[in-house]
């Protein structure tokens, strides 16, 4: 197949790719099927991990066998990849640490990319039973559904998601914008994981979400959140041969009314550390 595949087939053959992952996900919860290590000596990986990277690998190379992945397990080096060609962008589990403790916030992310564009979403939470998915130009879905970014503009009633390292002397850095997020907001959630918490800001149900994560996290629900309306960039300045679309280091997603006052807040947080 080639790149020039309809967008709207593309689609239907990464939902039914992402709710057949889910299926094995949800087995492998059921049988209490699955091994744990730590990758890095720090991060969580659970051998379901690996075992549905490879049943969406397989999938991908029999339909699509001359274009690149990068995938959270088998293939996670940005740097031996094409970032500007038709590229699939696969977290076999986003949520590793959720599903390996039995929580519901678990998700499979796919997304294909083209000339550094994001094109289509795909974030199935099978333990939710909700698919969120989105066409680049054409809107986001739920379950089907239309869905719409909230409209709020005042901070301190918005509702704000975030993420933590698995690197330990990151974390300081990621308190002090905590305390300045939770002190302005109403409130946090730290839901364990990134696909769906930009999934939770397409719907309306978070108003806002920021955290530094790697393109399997991100690229699909970031899709799916532009699509629906919210407005996503960086802190900081991206890399030079980096697409934009693709970096996810001090990614920002928020209500558009949000933005001014979330980059505010996190840029004296900054601030703040680092004069401490």
Not at 9 to 32: K, S
Not at 93 to 101: C, L, P, Q
Not at 186 to 197: M, P, W
């Given at each position: 197949?080639?790149?020039?595949?309809?967008?709207?087939?593309?689609?239907?053959?990464?939902?039914?790719?992402a709710?057949?992952?889910?299926?094995?996900?949800?087995?492998?919860?059921?049988e209490?099927?699955?091994?744990?290590?730590?990758k890095?000596?720090?991060?969580l990986v659970?051998?379901?991990?690996?075992?549905v990277?490879?049943?969406?690998?397989?999938?991908l190379?029999q339909?699509?066998?001359?274009?690149?992945?990068?995938t959270?397990?088998?293939?996670p080096?940005?740097?031996?990849?094409d970032?500007?060609?038709?590229?699939?962008?696969?977290?076999?589990?986003?949520?590793?640490?959720?599903?390996?403790?039995?929580h519901h916030?678990?998700?499979?992310?796919?997304?294909?990319?083209?000339?550094?564009?994001i094109?289509?979403?795909?974030?199935?939470?099978?333990?939710?039973?909700?698919?969120?998915?989105?066409?680049?130009?054409?809107?986001?879905?739920?379950?089907?559904?239309?869905?719409?970014?909230?409209s709020?503009?005042?901070?301190?009633?918005?509702?704000?998601?975030?993420?933590?390292?698995?690197?330990?002397?990151?974390?300081?850095?990621?308190?002090a914008?905590?305390?300045?997020?939770?002190?302005?907001?109403?409130?946090?959630?730290r839901?364990?994981?990134?696909?769906?918490?930009?999934?939770?800001?397409?719907?309306?149900?978070?108003?806002?979400?920021?955290?530094?994560?790697?393109?399997?996290?991100?690229?699909?629900?970031?899709?799916?959140?532009?699509?629906?309306?919210?407005?996503?960039?960086?802190?900081?300045?991206?890399?030079?041969g980096?697409?934009?679309?693709?970096?996810?280091?001090?990614l920002?997603?928020c209500?558009?009314?949000?933005?001014?006052?979330?980059r505010?807040?996190?840029?004296?947080?900054?601030?703040?550390?680092?004069?401490a």
């Amino acid at each position: 197949m080639s790149s020039s595949l309809r967008l709207e087939e593309r689609l239907d053959f990464t939902l039914a790719l992402a709710r057949q992952a889910g299926e094995t996900i949800v087995a492998a919860r059921r049988e209490a099927s699955f091994a744990k290590s730590l990758k890095r000596g720090v991060e969580l990986v659970t051998d379901t991990d690996v075992a549905v990277d490879r049943q969406i690998a397989a999938a991908l190379d029999q339909r699509f066998p001359n274009e690149s992945r990068l995938t959270e397990e088998l293939t996670p080096d940005s740097r031996q990849v094409d970032l500007e060609a038709a590229l699939w962008i696969v977290d076999p589990i986003d949520g590793t640490v959720n599903f390996a403790h039995g929580h519901h916030h678990v998700a499979v992310s796919i997304a294909w990319a083209l000339d550094g564009e994001i094109q289509l979403g795909v974030v199935h939470a099978p333990f939710l039973d909700e698919t969120f998915s989105a066409i680049r130009g054409r809107g986001a879905w739920l379950n089907g559904a239309p869905i719409a970014a909230s409209s709020a503009d005042a901070f301190d009633e918005a509702l704000i998601a975030t993420g933590f390292s698995y690197t330990r002397a990151d974390r300081a850095k990621q308190v002090a914008r905590l305390a300045r997020v939770l002190d302005a907001g109403r409130d946090v959630r730290r839901n364990g994981s990134a696909a769906l918490d930009l999934c939770g800001v397409a719907c309306g149900r978070l108003d806002a979400y920021y955290e530094s994560v790697s393109p399997w996290d991100f690229a699909a629900g970031r899709l799916i959140a532009a699509e629906a309306g919210a407005l996503i960039g960086h802190l900081g300045p991206v890399p030079a041969g980096i697409p934009a679309e693709l970096h996810g280091e001090d990614l920002i997603c928020c209500a558009p009314k949000l933005e001014a006052q979330l980059r505010a807040l996190l840029a004296q947080a900054d601030r703040d550390f680092a004069a401490a």
